[in-house]
């Protein structure tokens, strides 16, 4: 199973940016699929996911600014980046929970994609 990120990049502040992510392989389901982040130096931090009810969730320093939505038929998952902020530059990094199916018997594991720049500078 892989996840491939795409849409990292320059953007100014103020900009926008949409980050997109698939997975793919011998996948049974995919139970979740979210959004992290992480800066040289620093912690990976989670920035977008879904609650168990549904609804997205999101990191304080990104609310009202970023979007997460998902596509369960193509086993995607976007994140939608507003309002960009200088702040906001790292490698995002996509991150799911998949069932699959391998020698013929199905397990559980977590999935992270291989990483996507942000940069936002003018």
């Known amino acids: 199973v892989q996840l491939q990120a795409s849409g990292g990049g320059l953007a100014q502040p103020g900009g926008s940016l949409r980050l997109s992510c698939t997975a793919s392989?011998?996948?049974?389901?995919?139970?979740?699929m979210d959004w992290y982040r992480q800066v040289p130096g620093k912690q990976r931090e989670l920035v977008a996911t879904f609650t168990t009810t549904g609804s997205a969730d999101y990191v304080d320093s990104v609310k009202g600014r970023f979007t997460i939505s998902r596509d369960k038929a193509m086993n995607s998952v976007y994140l939608q980046m507003n309002s960009l902020k200088s702040e906001d530059t790292a490698v995002y990094y996509c991150h799911a929970g998949i069932s699959v199916l391998s020698d013929r018997k199905p397990y559980y594991d977590i999935f992270w994609g291989q990483g996507t720049l942000v940069t936002v500078s003018s």
């Open positions: 392989g011998s996948i049974l389901s995919v139970d979740y």
